[in-house]
Each structure stands twice: as structure tokens, then as C-alpha cells.
Nanobody, 129 residues
Framework: EVQLVESGGGLVQAGGSLTLSCVCS????????IGWFRQAPGKEREGVSC????????YYSDSVRGRFAISSDDAKNSVYLQMNNLKPEDTAVYYC??????????????????????WGQGTQVTVSS
């Protein structure tokens, strides 16, 4: 059974930082791309960043490029999202997701969340102004 367990969300002031973690189990980590998506109230789910496990290729949405950094620890089957210079518009529930490698380009997957194979339960990030 695939399990994606997110943690690290919370309340932070604008300009602050948070690090999200996603611990993965139930599948061969190295065979998947792992991504972060977010959904704000009343808005559609959108891609934030993703990484190709064991290869290190990354992709970021325009809204977070230069502020967020994604990384993975293949030995721990974990992916992290370091979020810096947070803005109120970053407020959302952040979800970890996976898709089998080579099925889509990272950029295409990020733009099409419905292509994901599995989702975590989400972690709330709230940025106050």
C-alpha cells in the first residue's frame, strides 16, 4: 500500500521559512517522480515543485522558483521542500504526490495534477502578512 506522509506545515509570518517533509513507503522510491502540490481555499490544486528520485532532476512553478528548493534523501525514501521568503499567497494545503517515472515530463505533470498516481493527506501552511 502506497503511503505518503507529509509534515512540517504551520503558521509563519511573511518572509519566514518552513521545511515540509514527505516520507514515502509501499513502492520502489527510485522508480517514481515525487512532487509537491498545493490547494488554497476556492482554488484549483496547482503544482509547486517536483523531483525525479535517484536522478535529481527538479522542476519548479514560476510562482516559487528562486524561493523554494526541493530535495530528496533516497536512503530515507523522503522528499523535502524548503520554503523561503514565504508570502501570504503561499497559504494553502500542501500535498505530496507521486507518479511513475518517464510517463510524463516533470513540467507536464506539475501542470496536470490529475495525472498523479497517489496523494498524501496534506499539511497546512499559513503565511500571515
Amino acid at each position: 500500500e502506497v503511503q505518503l506522509v507529509e509534515s512540517g506545515g504551520g503558521l509563519v509570518q511573511a518572509g519566514g521559512s518552513l521545511t515540509l517533509s514527505c516520507v514515502c513507503s509501499g513502492f520502489k522510491f527510485k522508480d517514481y517522480d515525487i512532487g509537491w502540490f498545493r490547494q488554497a481555499p476556492g482554488k484549483e490544486r496547482e503544482g509547486v515543485s517536483c523531483i525525479s528520485a535517484n536522478e535529481g532532476y527538479t522542476y519548479y512553478s514560476d510562482s516559487v522558483r528562486g524561493r523554494f528548493a526541493i530535495s530528496s534523501d533516497d536512503a530515507k525514501n523522503s522528499v523535502y521542500l524548503q520554503m523561503n521568503n514565504l508570502k501570504p499567497e503561499d497559504t494553502a494545503v500542501y500535498y505530496c504526490s507521486v507518479v511513475k517515472k518517464y510517463r510524463h515530463s516533470l513540467s507536464y505533470w506539475l501542470a496536470n495534477p490529475h495525472l498523479s498516481d497517489d496523494w498524501g493527506q496534506g499539511t497546512q501552511v499559513t503565511v500571515s502578512s
